[in-house]
C-alpha cells in the first residue's frame, strides 16, 4: 500500500487542523492506521492509531484534543487537530500496518512521505 499524506501547515497555539493521509489499494479496509510524529530534534513517537474495526488508541500528550478516524470509502485516515500547542510542532507521518493496531513504529511496514505542521505561540 503507498500512502500519502497532506494537510500540514503553519497556524497560531490554539488553532485546529486535518492532516489526510490517502492510501492506494482497495485492501485499504485490511490495514490498522497510525500517525506518527518527528519534533525538531527529537525521536520519531506515536501520536494516534486505528484499527480496521474503528478501535482507537491516543498518545497521552494528545489525548483530548485529537482524534483520529477513517473513511473506507475514500482510503483515507484523517487525524483532527485542535487546541494546538508550539509543542505539537512536528513532521507527521501516517502509516500502515496488517498487525490491527499499534503504537510501535516497527509493527507498521509502510510509511507515507510526512507533512510539517508548524504551531506558533
Known amino acids: 500500500v503507498q500512502l500519502q499524506a497532506s494537510g500540514g501547515g503553519l497556524v497560531q497555539a490554539g488553532d485546529s487542523l486535518r492532516l489526510s493521509c490517502a492510501a492506494s489499494?482497495?485492501?485499504?479496509?485490511?490495514?490498522?492506521m497510525g500517525w506518527f510524529r518527528r519534533a525538531p530534534g527529537k525521536e520519531r513517537e506515536f501520536v494516534a492509531a486505528i484499527s480496521s474495526r474503528g478501535y482507537r488508541s491516543y498518545a497521552d500528550s494528545v489525548k483530548g484534543r485529537f482524534a483520529i478516524s477513517r473513511d473506507s470509502a475514500k482510503y483515507t485516515v484523517y487525524l483532527q487537530m485542535d487546541s494546538l500547542k508550539p509543542d505539537d510542532t512536528a513532521v507527521y507521518y501516517c502509516a500502515a500496518t496488517t498487525r490491527g493496531i499499534g503504537t510501535q513504529q516497527r509493527e507498521y511496514a509502510y510509511w507515507g512521505q510526512g507533512t510539517l505542521v508548524t504551531v506558533s505561540s
Open positions: 489499494g482497495r485492501t485499504f479496509s485490511n490495514y490498522g
